[in-house]
């Protein structure tokens, strides 16, 4: 495994995750304000892929055939006791959001977003 990879994939979901928690929401704000709607959302899509990438560095490292999706990369990794299987669950969920928010599938709810900025960025780490 490329350590250097790694890290350089972890600085950057730190730094998004830094940057979700400095401009921490109220529900009303997240609802109205449009530049804060792109920066949390944009760095939340950002955390999730970094996550993604992530898991998909270990298990080409462990030899594991590729992800089907990226839902897949975190039920593999619980397979192999990397995740725990909560934690495998809260991730596929939030590729499931950023489905939404990269695809515009639906409009986005911002009362789970702001809930995720509020109780779930600790998810990430």
Not at 89 to 111: D, L, P, S, T
Request: glycine share 2%; proline share 3%; charged share 25%.
């Amino acid at each position: 495994m490329d350590q250097q990879i790694i890290a350089e994939k972890l600085e950057s979901l730190r730094h998004c995750i830094t940057w979700i928690e400095q401009k921490k929401p109220s529900k009303t704000d997240l609802k109205d304000n449009f530049d804060l709607q792109d920066i949390i959302s944009v760095n939340l899509e950002r955390a999730i892929q970094r996550c993604v990438d992530i898991g998909s560095h270990i298990l080409s490292s462990a030899e594991q055939n590729a992800p089907d999706t990226m839902a897949d990369t975190f039920h593999k990794l619980d397979k192999l006791n990397i995740l725990t299987p909560p934690t495998a669950e809260v991730m596929k969920k939030a590729v499931g959001f950023q489905n939404i928010a990269v695809h515009n599938y639906r409009e986005i709810n911002w009362e789970i977003v702001f809930h995720i900025t509020q109780h779930q960025i600790d998810d990430f780490r």
